[in-house]
């Protein structure tokens, strides 16, 4: 897991942040006893069994076995790689790390490192093309748009020009090699050998994450020829539905103003930022992922969606909503007047009317249901039946009970229909998710692990001194359990160094089916404190099962030979065996 960062650093980064501290940062933590504990962020669950350590500065979910410290949890939680997780901490402990030098295309720096370098290199590619003459008719297609010239340098807004190979030849002049320009999307192989550019003729985007590194590319043709966009295929540090456009230049408007407007495009983000609206950020599709409802959560409750009239009346639409309602977060919508988008209705309009369109939106129930009302008639009984029906998928996803009871109130007086009977049916609604989880593990290994030796493993865990003591008595062939006899040996290891054994820094070193049978150990024996004596008898207790355990078992094995010498009628071997078998009964009797 660790990398070439020297382990003392990362030890060191470790003693100087408070796990409870960071992982506030991103979720609500509620004081439990000696911990702390939240809903965990990493499966779905109602009811909190992610639990964070003070103490032991770790975290564990008994809920999903999600486990680690610190530098797991951001790598989760942000999607960093270990590097970029130690970066992060480092910075946050003033702790500095030894600079090590990463040029794209030298196969010592990390591939995401590789292809933020690259990304930022392109990005000023285009960026300098837009300004050059052959980028001409783009920029003043851009101008002519309303967009200026310092939205356009603070957007990095670029040009591809109208060649197959003008950004690989530049980056392969920059020492790039056209295996890695591939894995950051933007040369495509040919068939009969050889690359060219993805992007050509077009006026390109530049996607950010919030610290400003470019992730991919947008990128939009100047007439229209088919197809309108084209953007980066899924990288090593581009998922589809994972960022937000603008968000880098938006959080602080949106912090502070408390919502957020949503819409869809790369212009539509432009021209209303540009000309005043600080919280806004386009999802650049439709619908929204769960990451970036959770993401935006971060930054504020109140989320404002707006649609041009065509997809605003989308079911499709309506149901990816119910996301926010699952996050507990305030949703409305405004839909714009046909055939008009953000871009266009800024322009028409000025920024004042759209401003107005975002303060009188209407909240999700309201809209849905007029949405329904003038799809279905509600005259009728069918009618009714049917948009009590989809309205009730909404409204059984609020977690809130006095939200869920008074919406379901209102429903039934919109619609003339009686209390119970919406109710009752509201029973029936399965409220399969509007979405899909995360799954962070494909599948969970079940393992049989060993009692005594996992009884013995949290002893040692408690108590730094008695690791020295066992190491006395036992030997790791003495650990039968696979996974045990792994952290038992880097055990070992670190008090050989002279080291504690934390298990924070203990997680450095363990994979995660590994990781998480310490993390499980820790919070369960917290809470059985047991006096000197008892633990005493605790420990040679176990040491004795374990010796007899392994004494049995190469009894067991011995026999099995035994028999096996037997019936091949092998003396000499046969004799060799007994005789070890007899010392081994010896020894146990000693
Ligand atoms: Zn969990």
């Not at 869920?404 to 209390?419: C, G, M, V």
């Not at 989880?437 to 730094?464: D, G, I």
Request: hydrophobic share 40%; proline share 3%.
């Amino acid at each position: 897991m660790q990398g070439r960062i020297p382990e003392n650093i990362l030890d060191d980064i470790l003693a100087r942040v408070d796990i409870v501290e960071v992982i506030s940062g991103f979720l609500p933590l509620k004081k439990a006893g000696r911990n702390f504990k939240a809903c965990c962020p990493f499966h779905h669950e109602k009811t909190p069994s992610f639990m964070v350590s003070p103490d032991r500065q770790i975290y564990h979910c008994f809920g999903c076995g999600e486990s680690g410290n610190a530098f797991k949890f951001l790598m989760r939680y942000e999607r960093l790689d270990f590097p970029e997780a130690v970066e992060a901490l480092a910075s946050r402990a003033g702790v500095v790390l030894p600079r090590t030098e990463n040029f794209p295309g030298q196969p010592s720096s990390g591939i995401t490192t590789q292809l933020y370098k690259i990304n930022e290199l392109a990005a000023s590619f285009y960026s300098a093309n837009l300004n050059a003459p052959a980028g001409l008719k783009a920029k003043e297609y851009l101008l002519q748009r309303g967009i200026r010239q310092e939205t356009i340098s603070a957007l990095k807004l670029g040009f591809a020009p109208d060649n197959w190979d003008s950004l690989i030849n530049y980056l392969r002049s920059k020492g790039v090699s056209l295996g890695i320009l591939e894995k950051a999307g933007l040369a495509i192989g040919k068939e009969g050998g050889g690359f060219y550019d993805r992007f050509r003729n077009r006026i390109i985007f530049p996607i950010f994450d919030i610290k400003g590194r470019v992730l991919g590319f947008g990128a939009r043709v100047l007439d229209n020829s088919l197809p309108k966009y084209l953007n980066s295929p899924e990288t090593a540090v581009y998922t589809k539905g994972k960022n937000l456009y603008g968000f880098n230049l938006a959080k602080d408007g949106i912090r502070e103003n408390d919502f957020v407007a949503i819409v869809e495009g790369y212009l539509d983000f432009i021209l209303p930022f540009q000309e005043g609206l600080k919280s806004v950020t386009a999802s650049l599709g439709t619908a929204l992922t769960v990451e970036q409802a959770r993401f935006l959560k971060r930054y504020t409750h109140n989320v404002v969606m707006v649609y041009d009239a065509d997809t605003a009346g989308e079911l499709a639409t309506l149901r990816s909503l119910d996301i926010f309602i699952e996050e507990e977060m305030n949703v409305r919508v405004v839909s714009l007047p046909a055939g008009l988008d953000p871009d266009l209705f800024v322009r028409k309009e000025g920024i004042a009317a759209f401003k107005e369109k975002i303060a009188s939106a209407e909240n999700l129930f309201d809209y849905k249901l007029k949405v329904l009302k003038s799809r279905y008639n509600a005259k009728e009984i069918e009618g009714r039946a049917k948009v009590s029906g989809l309205m009730l998928e909404t409204i059984a996803r609020f977690k809130n009970a006095i939200l869920k009871s008074e919406y379901l109130k209102k429903l039934a007086q919109e619609l003339n229909l009686k209390e119970e009977a919406l109710l009752e049916e509201i029973r029936k609604v399965k409220t399969e998710k509007a979405y899909a989880y995360p799954q962070t593990k494909l599948e969970r290994k079940t393992y049989h692990t060993n009692a005594t030796e996992k009884l013995l493993m949290s002893l040692m865990l408690e108590e730094n001194g008695l690791v020295s003591r066992i190491r006395e008595s036992l030997d790791l062939e003495d650990f039968q359990d696979e996974r045990i006899s792994r952290i038992v040996s880097i055990m070992f290891n670190l008090v050989d160094q002279g080291k504690q054994v934390e298990p924070q820094i203990l997680m450095n070193h363990l994979g995660d089916d590994i990781s998480e049978l310490v993390s499980e150990s820790v919070f369960l024996t917290q809470n059985a404190p047991a006096s000197e004596a008892h633990r005493e008898k605790v420990v040679s207790d176990c040491i004795q099962r374990m010796k007899n355990e392994r004494l049995k078992l190469e009894r067991q094995r011995l026999h099995e030979q035994i028999k096996a010498a037997q019936h091949v009628g092998d003396e000499e071997l046969l004799s060799r065996l007994t005789e070890e078998f007899h010392c081994l009964i010896k020894k146990k009797a000693g």
